[in-house]
């Protein structure tokens, strides 16, 4: 079956980097894209931006252009999230999410577990 | 970017009760609209992608319809594991942008 677990809770200062991991397992990896969507407390689900797991093509929102870095390393079948320049507004649980698609209609079928971000002054 | 305008907010609703939450997009998007829904401390679940398709594994009582600017997603007989939050979701273009949530809460 698909899965996709994350890595655990951080607590970052103002001003820090972190980098999120999601390990996908139970398909290709290759075939699929896929998203990070944060959700901060209390509040509704931002999608951050994609990648490709094929060739790594990256689209990101444009809120977040110049502090979000999506990778992917094909032999691990991981995919990595860094977000920079950390401040309170970034505090959220970050979800990695797998894409479907049927026709041209694309969705987000599989979700990781999250990853709370807490940053701290 | 598209916005996406989820009404209402929050409603109280009985189990057995007819639940309809409704998507506005601020353009068309043709049949390009998902559904989620998100019990509080876990991830979102897909219900309905493509405006109107079921997702393997939910039950029948969730439905959608819609297309162009104006969705729905109806729970037809509201069953106690079903009190959550609702998201819809636009996949048309990026970034891809949701509506800010239903709360279906217990009357």
């Known amino acids: 079956q698909v899965q996709l677990v994350q890595s655990g809770a951080e607590v970052k200062k103002s001003g820090a980097s972190v980098k999120v991991s999601c390990k996908a397992s139970?398909?290709?990896?290759?075939?699929?894209?896929i998203s990070w969507v944060r959700q901060a407390p209390g509040q509704g689900l931002e999608w951050m931006g994609w990648i490709s797991a094929y060739n790594g093509n990256t689209n990101y929102a444009q809120n977040l252009q110049g502090r979000v870095t999506m990778t992917r390393d094909t032999s691990t079948r991981t995919v990595y999230m860094e977000l920079r320049s950390l401040g309170s507004d970034d505090t959220a649980v970050y979800f990695c999410?797998?894409?479907?698609?049927?026709?041209?209609?694309?969705?987000?079928?599989?979700w990781g577990q999250g990853t709370l971000v807490t940053v701290s002054s | 970017d598209i916005q996406m305008t989820q009404s209402p907010s929050s409603l109280s609703a009985s189990v057995g009760d007819r639940v309809t939450i409704t998507c506005r997009a601020s353009?068309?998007?043709?049949?390009?609209l998902n559904w989620y829904q998100q019990i509080p401390g876990t991830a979102p679940k897909l219900l309905i992608y493509?405006?109107?398709a079921l997702q393997s594994g939910v039950p029948s009582r969730f439905s959608g319809s819609g297309s162009g600017t104006d969705f729905t997603l109806t729970i037809s007989s509201l069953q106690p594991e079903d009190f959550a939050t609702y998201y819809c979701q636009q996949s048309y273009n990026s970034p891809r942008t949701f509506g800010r949530g239903t709360t279906v809460d217990v009357k």
């Open positions: 353009q068309s998007i043709d049949n390009h």
């Open positions: 493509a405006a109107s």
């Open positions: 999410v797998r894409e479907g698609q049927t026709g041209t209609t694309v969705y987000f079928q599989y």
């Open positions: 139970g398909y290709t990896f290759t075939t699929y894209g």
